[in-house]
């Protein structure tokens, strides 16, 4: 039986941008946050790739990646994900291939099935490229071929990008993603950060259909967390108003640059908004340690997995490190 201590804690950073802030300011913040979550011991950061959303500013996903390693030592740092269908296969391999020849042995590639974004967004990314969510199998076997060694025939290559092997996750918020990494013996990480509705039952499904592989001889399984850690529980539910508001403005299709916390979420919204807000986040970890340890514990009971990644997506800075730091102690036992 695993218990709080045999599982890695991982970090995912959506690069808010404030209501009054920058994109400018959100990625140095990012980057401060890596810093601070590489002393507190955690395994690995990444950044996942959005277009077209003024609260989130990690669009450029492998430029971010590189300054994001440039200024750490030794935390892995990734993609969570790269959206495979907004890409050619080749630019990927290419872009982290450089990255990993840059940062040898610390850069993860999380892929995507989805775009990521709305249709027209997708269409401004791809212009005349038929890509789609139908094609992801295919590309991500395109795409390790061109990281993977070149072999004779091979009239296409990836520089940098060849021979660099840089470990491949696929990522799903639903159950194809989960079989197709089974049967591709490759790490699999769960959405369960924003829907955990299918989470069971996407654990089951990738572990009935996993094969080893030259990459795992195990399924290796990472869920996503939102985090809002405090001193007291009290503090906790305050700043969670941040991350409700932000929830509710991306159901509503409103903006999603981070608004202060409030004292009540009473008016703000109607109960069936509450109702939906509260399914959206229905893993997330909100208290003080102690309350976090026990609904952490329950977690990994329940599903086994060998990783958590959090993000934690609070209005002040100060406050998002705090909970990392919070979460760390619990980590160190």
Same mark, same amino acid.
Request: aromatic residues 8%.
């Given at each position: 039986?695993?218990s709080?201590s045999?599982?890695?804690? $991982? ?9 009054? /802030? $920058? ?14 979550v ?9 950044v ?21 390693a ?5 935390? &892995?740092?990734g ?12 630019? *990927? ?25 709305d249709?027209?967004t ?22 390790? @071929?061109?990281?993977? !060694?070149?072999t004779?025939?091979?009239?296409? *290559?990836?520089? !940098? ?6 470990p ?5 918020s ?10 591709r ?8 950060h ?19 592989s ?9 869920? /996503?967390i939102?985090?809002?850690a405090?001193?007291?529980?009290e503090?906790?539910?305050?700043? @969670? #108003? ?20 409030v004292?009540?979420?009473d008016?703000?919204?109607? !109960?069936?908004?509450?109702? @939906?807000?509260g399914?959206?986040l /229905?893993l997330?970890?909100?208290?003080? !340690? ?12 329940? #599903?086994?997995?060998?990783?958590? *990644?959090? #993000? ?5 800075h100060?406050? &998002?490190?705090?909970?990392y ?6 980590m160190? /036992?």
């Amino acid at each position: 039986m695993k218990s709080l201590s045999d599982v890695k804690f $991982s970090t995912l950073d959506l690069v808010p941008v404030r209501a009054n /802030g $920058s994109p400018a300011q959100s990625l140095r913040n990012s980057l401060d946050l890596a810093q601070h979550v590489e002393k507190f011991g955690y395994n690995r950061f990444w950044v996942a790739e959005h277009h077209n959303m003024d609260g989130i500013a990690s669009s450029a996903t492998s430029v971010l990646l590189g300054y994001l390693a440039g200024g750490t030592s030794t935390i &892995r740092v990734g993609s969570g994900g790269v959206m495979l269908p907004n890409h050619a296969p080749l630019v *990927i391999a290419e872009q982290f291939g450089t990255l990993e020849s840059l940062y040898p042995g610390r850069i993860d590639l999380g892929l995507g099935r989805a775009p990521g974004s709305d249709q027209m967004t997708a269409r401004a990314l791809r212009r005349e490229r038929s890509g789609s969510a139908d094609d992801f199998p295919e590309d991500v076997a395109e795409l390790m @071929a061109y990281l993977g !060694p070149r072999t004779p025939d091979q009239r296409v *290559i990836a520089v !940098p990008g060849t021979g660099t092997n840089v470990p491949v996750w696929l990522l799903g918020s639903s159950l194809f993603s989960a079989q197709l990494a089974g049967e591709r013996g490759l790490p699999y990480a769960f959405a369960s950060h924003f829907a955990p509705r299918l989470m069971h039952e996407a654990i089951r499904v990738y572990r009935n259909h996993f094969k080893p592989s030259a990459v795992l001889d195990k399924p290796y399984v990472m869920l /996503g967390i939102p985090l809002v850690a405090a001193d007291t529980d009290e503090q906790a539910e305050y700043l @969670a #108003t941040s991350v409700y508001q932000r929830i509710l403005a991306l159901m509503r299709g409103q903006s999603l640059v981070q608004r202060p916390p409030v004292k009540t979420m009473d008016g703000m919204w109607l !109960p069936h908004e509450k109702d @939906a807000v509260g399914s959206f986040l /229905g893993l997330a970890m909100v208290g003080s !340690p102690a309350k976090i340890r026990a609904k952490l514990d329950v977690l990994i009971e329940q #599903t086994g997995a060998d990783e958590l *990644i959090f #993000t934690c997506d609070l209005y002040e800075h100060a406050d &998002r490190i705090h909970s990392y730091e919070l979460l760390a102690q619990l980590m160190k /036992g």
